[in-house]
C-alpha cells in the first residue's frame, strides 16, 4: 500500500482532518468525507439513532488502479472484510466472500462490522 494511501486512510477512519498532495479527508460534525482529485470517494454518515456508521464509496467515474488503491485502503484501516477490484475492465466489490459488479458511477454501500452482527 502507497505510504499517502495508508496516511490518509487512517485519518479517514479515525474520523480526523488531513490533506496531503491531491487527497482530503473532511470531517463536518458526524460525517467523514474523502476526496481525491475534489472527487468525493468515500464517506461516512450515522445511520439513525443508533451509533452504527454506513461507509459509501464511489469511483467517480474514474475506475484507475489510484482510485480503487484508496478505497481499499479506506477498507483495511477501517477492519472491514471487503476489497474493490476489476475484471475485465469491469469494476467489482468482494464482501464477506460475494461478489457483485458495481458502477463506476453513484455510491455504493459497504458492509460494517455493525451491519455484519
Known amino acids: 500500500m502507497r505510504k499517502i ?4 486512510s487512517t ?3 479515525n474520523g480526523e482532518n488531513a490533506k496531503q498532495g491531491n487527497d482530503k479527508v473532511t470531517k ?4 467523514i468525507t ?12 450515522p445511520i439513525a439513532k443508533n451509533e ?3 461507509l ?6 474514474k475506475n484507475t488502479y489510484t482510485t480503487r488503491n ?3 485502503g479506506i477498507i483495511q484501516a477501517m477492519g472491514l ?10 469494476p467489482y466489490i468482494e464482501e464477506n466472500g460475494k461478489i457483485r459488479e458495481i458502477t463506476n458511477h453513484g455510491f455504493h454501500s459497504v458492509i460494517t462490522k455493525a451491519e455484519e452482527v
Open 5 to 8: 494511501t495508508e496516511q490518509m
Open 11 to 13: 485519518a479517514f477512519a
Open 28 to 31: 463536518l460534525k458526524a460525517l
Open 34 to 45: 474523502y476526496e481525491l482529485y475534489g472527487h468525493m470517494i468515500a464517506m461516512i454518515c
Open 52 to 54: 452504527c456508521k454506513n
Open 56 to 61: 459509501m464509496i464511489s469511483l467517480c467515474g
Open 70 to 72: 484508496r478505497i481499499n
Open 81 to 90: 472484510n471487503a476489497r474493490v477490484f476489476q475484471k475485465n475492465f469491469i
